[in-house]
């Protein structure tokens, strides 16, 4: 059964962006570039919000007709044009680069999916991220941990509204990574 892999980056802090949704501090380098290029190449699917999915729409789809953008960053943009893409949106009418549009997380259908042949599913994207996690959805988790404190902006893991008592989720450390920039990989899964 594939699983589903919450894969962010985050500031040393805990922060995924900044105050004005800044992520100008993430150290992406070639090195880092190349790794994500190969993690992504390896998945099933991305799993994304409409904010996300807007965004990466706005630049992948023709980064490597750039010529500024050679290397593993032109790599890239096939990678994201070919992969299977799962926008969770009840507002976004039609997306393209091979996306099909969810109005809603349900855990049923979300099983039927990570039942479905292929790779895993990365998870991208904050609210996304926390409505699965709300529903107990992450089997896995790929914490990119940049070599930045930012002092303010939100938080990858916020508080679920309503829950006065959470439950804590037990995770195993499959391993670590340091890249040369100084960015740490951190990846757990549940036991």
Same mark, same amino acid.
């Given at each position: 059964m594939r699983?589903? #892999? =919450?894969m962010m980056s985050v500031s040393l802090d805990g922060f995924f962006e900044g105050p004005e949704r800044q992520i100008d501090w993430h150290l992406v380098d070639d090195e880092l570039h190349r790794h994500f290029n190969d993690e992504i190449r390896a998945m099933g699917g991305l799993l994304?919000? &409409? @904010?996300t999915y807007e965004l990466m729409a706005d630049f992948w789809p023709t980064a490597d007709a750039d010529p500024a953008n050679a290397g593993p960053v032109a790599e890239f943009a096939g990678i994201w044009r070919d992969i299977p893409?799962?926008?969770?949106? &009840?507002? %976004?009418? &039609?997306?393209?680069?091979?996306t099909t549009i969810v109005r809603d997380v349900v855990p049923e259908e979300v099983? !039927? =999916?990570?039942? !479905?042949?292929?790779g895993d599913l990365v998870l991208g994207g904050p609210d996304l991220a926390a409505a699965f996690l709300r529903h107990d959805l992450v089997d896995a988790? &790929? #914490?990119y941990v940049h070599p930045v404190r930012i002092g303010r902006g939100r938080p990858l893991f916020?508080? @679920?509204?309503? +829950?006065? +008592?959470?439950?804590?989720?037990? %995770?195993?450390l499959e391993g670590t990574h340091t890249f040369g920039n100084g960015v740490v990989q951190l990846r757990y899964e549940r036991p």
């Open positions: 699983k589903i #892999i =919450l994304e919000g &409409r @904010v893409k799962y926008v969770y949106s &009840r507002t %976004l009418q &039609r997306a393209g680069w091979n099983a !039927a =999916l990570k039942a !479905a042949p292929g988790y &790929r #914490i916020q508080p @679920v509204a309503g +829950d006065p +008592d959470p439950v804590p989720v037990p %995770l195993r």
